[in-house]
């Protein structure tokens, strides 16, 4: 599901050398994805001053809590170089559990997840693609169960008007899926500190980010780096997952990748954005 590397000193680092360690612990894991449409490979999880009501806004770009949700990758990985002044913790809970529970006590309302439902691109619109996807929640294949899932960008795909609507008992199956992940005895909180490498098996568990208050000095504010691996010898995922993956080809698979990206890195603490690698 997850593990965590706890004390590299990032406070001796700079922002680089640090990013050149958490890159060099990731690809033992797997090969990086880009992780937006300008074809990042490193991502910077901070709050820029953005408001997730613009439907092109990603919630990572806020303080907001993120809710739970799953990304576009097998592995998800974080480096914490500063953590906020308050809040952002993080949450993890097993999808697993979430089934269970569900099937224990609202079948019917279990059904609904197992089904496609739109979930919007967020403007990252890889070619010939519609700007949303038709991913179900829940997807049963060869004997696993995989989570495809962030609330907020469901409900932002109802602003195309050839999505599939949402209906009160998606609404209802939806509340309850949440409910059921803000449940402190069935969710794993932690905080990260300066220093802290988390890394997530997106195909297993949901993750979430409470929000969070950020230090006046610029240079104290919460900065995470974030990697998007793909695990060679991992297991097969249903084809519906290539709308978003791009395939599902083991090894090679997830991230996204619009027309005209290439592979980068954007540094913060340098005038820099020149599509340089480690």
Known sequence: GFFVLRGLPVATYTERKAATIFYGIGSHLGNVRSQDAAGNILGHVRNVGLNSADPNVRVYQTCERQTFHTDSSDVVGLLCLNPAQSGGISLLISVETIYNEMLRIRPDLLQLLLEPIATDRRGEIPEGTLPYMLIPVLSWYQNHLTPFYQRQYIESAQRFPDAPRLTPAHIEALDFLDALCNDSAL????????????FVYNHAMLHDRTEYVD???????????????SVPGDRELPEVFA??????????????VVPGAEFRVTWTD?????????
Request: net charge positive.
């Open 270 to 278: 340098e005038s820099r954005s020149d599509g340089s690698t480690f």
């Open 243 to 256: 709308s978003r993956f791009g395939s599902v080809v083991v090894g090679d698979r997830g991230g996204i």
């Open 187 to 198: 969710h794993l909180s932690m905080t990260l500190e300066r220093g802290d490498c988390q």
């Open 215 to 229: 230090f006046a000095e610029p240079e104290k504010r919460r900065h995470l780096l974030r990697l998007w691996l």
